[in-house]
């Protein structure tokens, strides 16, 4: 199909259609199945799913994914759906799957990624056929992917005091000394000397920590700007206890040529105190050179200081938006198609996660005749999801998760995609910008809908000027995915991406003033907030620009009644890792996680990935370190906080045939869960029935099996493109009134409490959340 008049297309980047890591050669594999047993006859019977086929490559070796491709013949039968992949060593001892999840109906190929492993056998099981035909599961062919050169699971190591010594660098005609590479700023180098004669290889850099420490693998960082000089291809790590001795190489092989952060992983945990990462060879041959942007350590991770991830979760499409539902769901969708969005229009391919059984069913709606890509999103009062614009620009739809059904409402008045919303004290929703794939006319300016109508009313008083940043590509860029906070009275805080803040009337014709500025922050496009207490909220990350950028790794907090009624900004601790399309989650504690994004904004690219997600303390404003991602999380990537207290997050990509879309989610368990073993702990649970849906005021009466600390309120988030304007936190005091009894205070202000979908959690005196009960907070009118 055509695609949507207008509609911009986004430029991919070259190296985002490269494979990022190896298909492995498959001579000499061999590879055995189920089948069913012979009856008396003689014939072959058939059996029942599962079915699984067993891949022994009769070596070890570094696995990272399977590419699997469906038959080709016409028929659809025995296309696989639910699977699950597995690793041994053996053949005969398998441990829990590295990856599952459900795919696409449909004849494309299909690559199942996983954290790296090495192992010598791979199952691959198929738990069900994909449009239940049969009892049957079938393959083409079946590939696997070999070491991607990615940083493997651990933490990484805090660089403070560390120092860099290099067997040349640049210091003459530019600073590219050593130390860059450990400054935190992606932006800067170090470079071996290209002044003058530059040294031939090989070229080494040599960290010293300054104290011993145990490590486990190395992250290289490429250089961020146009040129790739000095990439290092192949090279060899080594470790030393006094910086003279250095043993034999604990790990060696060669990196891709190409912006993304590389990874090598000691073939052992090891106590050191120096590194030394030797470039012998540079990646494209171009010439006698070495750099490198950033390099870092890391070490095992502790799961009670730093978490755990699941196996990776593969999903039927690329999750560009999700929402949490109160049925204690996940909805998720992408586009017209589940790995692209161009080309297409008048419907969208969704998924449902059903949080309980971890099945994922597909649908593709088009009754509502609407794209949903790049949607504004909003959950309402009572948790039904309203999706606006995107591909088909003017169309609006709502999902009722009630009925598994999807209606379409009222049309908006303005055309627009990659807007901002959010739902209103009062129930109605706004949506202001969104003019990308449409025009430059800088025109987007606000509307409300009603739900009580389905009707929309533009917001003459407005417009969308005042919360434009200064992208150089005009307001196409400009007006995109503005940071949203409603409050009483129908008022709205604009305070970014741009760096001026706005205060928004929606009542009448509406209005628009200046409320200062976020401190010293400069634009932060792809940047986002969000609200860790009531009236307070931390904003972090972005850009100057949408793309061809370099991102920020400040972070700052808003006080939205800091002075005079004005917001007061003030910048807290920085991240470790700038990030432009960057998630972040609150958390029932008040923490916040935050997930994914590049140091260099470039849509559809993997490169300059920060894989080590953060948690930011509110009492001390730090950002801490957690357990790597095994896959990168920018460009249409989501996050959303789940009813059990722990993390999802997902997507990214969405370019058709390119190697960086990512059909898959992970889930990730917060540090509060978890023992030092990797043992959970004890939470503390609600005892007796809670009520389905309370009411602005109400005192609502709990019971918990242990004494609580505190008890927290979190809105149900809806995710896109980096902005969760839903999600929202409201500690709870509580009151006792029994041995194991407590009355709750709802905010009577739906100003404070937005009316909605809430997961209500209580907290042990050691800050370990419940699962949380899930009620609506409405009141009279809101519909």
């Given at each position: ?287 006698p050179w070495s750099s490198a942007a950033e390099l870092r350590l890391s070490g095992p991770a502790n799961p009670a200081e730093h978490g755990r991830w699941s ?30 969005y161009t080309g297409g229009s008048g419907y969208t391919q969704t998924a449902i996660m059903d949080l309980t059984t971890g099945k994922v069913t597909q649908r ?136 001026q803040l706005n205060w928004i009337s929606t009542d009448g014709d509406g209005s628009i003033t200046p409320a200062g500025t976020r401190a010293d922050s400069v ?261």
């Open positions: 199909m055509p695609m949507p008049h207008g509609l911009r297309r986004e430029v991919v980047p070259i190296a985002a259609t490269e494979p990022a890591a190896p298909t492995l050669a498959r001579d000499g594999w061999s590879a055995t199945a189920t089948a069913g047993a012979t009856d008396a006859s003689g014939h072959r019977a058939r059996k029942p799913l599962p079915h699984s086929i067993t891949i022994d490559m009769h070596h070890t070796a570094v696995v990272s994914g399977v590419v699997y491709q469906p038959r080709q013949d016409g028929s659809p039968n025995g296309r696989i759906g639910e699977y699950t992949i597995s690793l041994s060593d053996d053949g005969m001892a398998w441990g829990k799957p590295v990856a599952t999840g459900t795919l696409a109906d449909d004849a494309t190929t299909k690559t199942l990624r996983f954290a790296s492993a090495r192992a010598r056998y791979v199952r691959l099981t198929a738990t069900s056929e994909a449009g239940d035909r049969g009892p049957w599961t079938s393959a083409a062919e079946i590939n696997l992917l070999g070491d991607p050169g990615a940083p493997v699971s651990g933490v990484d190591l805090p660089r403070d005091g560390w120092t860099a010594t290099a067997s040349s660098e640049e210091a003459q005609a530019k600073d590219d000394r050593a130390q860059k590479a450990l400054d935190g700023d992606s932006g800067t180098m170090w470079h071996t000397k290209w002044s003058g004669a530059a040294p031939p290889l090989p070229h080494s850099i040599t960290i010293d920590m300054h104290h011993t420490a145990v490590v486990s693998g190395l992250t290289y960082e490429p250089r961020l700007d146009d040129s790739a000089n000095g990439r290092i291809g192949q090279y060899s790590i080594t470790t030393s206890l006094d910086g003279a001795t250095f043993g034999q190489p604990v790990a060696t092989g060669a990196w891709k040529d190409d912006d993304t952060v590389k990874g090598a992983t000691f073939s052992q945990p090891v106590s050191t105190r120096y590194v030394r990462l030797t470039a012998t060879t540079e990646a494209g041959g171009r010439g196996p990776v979760i593969g999903f039927p499409l690329v999750p560009a938006a999700t929402a949490v539902l109160p049925d204690n769901k996940l909805l998720a969708w992408s586009a017209y198609a589940p790995d692209r593709r709606v088009d009754n509502t005749k609407h794209d949903m890509f790049c949607p504004g999103v909003v959950i309402l009062a009572d948790g039904r999801v309203l999706v606006t614009g995107g591909s088909n620009a003017e169309r609006a739809s709502i999902y009722d998760p009630a009925t598994d059904e999807w209606t379409s409402t009222s049309d908006m008045n303005i055309a627009r995609g990659y807007q901002a919303m959010t739902l209103l004290p009062n129930g109605d929703a706004f949506v202001i910008g969104g003019s990308w794939g449409r025009d430059n006319a800088a025109n987007k300016g606000g509307e409300v809908w009603s739900a009580a109508t389905g009707t929309w009313r533009t917001l003459p008083g407005v417009p969308v000027t005042p919360i434009l940043t200064a992208d150089p590509a005009g307001p196409f860029r400009a007006d995109n995915h503005a940071w949203l906070y409603a409050t009483s009275d129908g008022r709205v805080l604009q305070l970014g991406p741009s760096k634009d932060a496009m792809n940047g986002n907030a969000v609200a860790y207490d009531v009236d307070k909220l931390l904003t972090l990350g972005g850009a100057s620009a949408y793309e061809n950028a370099i991102a920020t790794n400040r972070a700052y907090t808003v006080d939205v009644n800091g002075h005079g009624g004005n917001p007061v900004s003030a910048r807290t601790g920085d991240m470790a890792y700038a990030r432009s399309f960057v998630n972040s989650v609150v958390m029932p504690d008040g923490k916040v996680a935050v997930f994914g994004g590049q140091s260099y904004a470039k849509p559809f690219s993997d490169g300059h990935s920060a894989l080590a997600p953060e948690i930011w303390d509110p009492a001390t404003g730090d950002f801490t370190p957690m357990a790597t991602m095994a896959v990168p999380r920018n460009y249409h990537s989501v996050a959303n906080l789940l009813p059990d207290g722990r993390i999802f997050t997902g997507g990214g990509g969405l370019c058709g045939d390119c190697d960086t879309n990512h059909a898959d989610g992970a889930i990730f368990t917060p540090p509060y869960l978890l023992n030092p073993d990797g043992t959970e702990k004890p939470r503390p649970h609600f005892i007796g029935d809670m009520p389905a849906k309370v009411t602005h005021g109400q005192h609502l009466k709990v019971r918990t099996d242990v004494p609580p600390g505190t008890f927290a309120l979190v809105r149900a988030g809806a995710s896109t493109h980096s902005v969760d304007n839903d999600q929202r936190r409201i500690p709870l005091t509580p009151h006792k009134t029994g041995a194991d009894s407590y009355e709750l205070d709802i905010p009577a202000d739906p100003g404070v409490a937005l009316p909605g979908t809430y997961l209500l959690f209580a907290l042990d005196e050691q800050g370990v959340p419940s699962k949380a009960a899930i009620l609506v907070i409405d009141s009279a009118g809101t519909r």
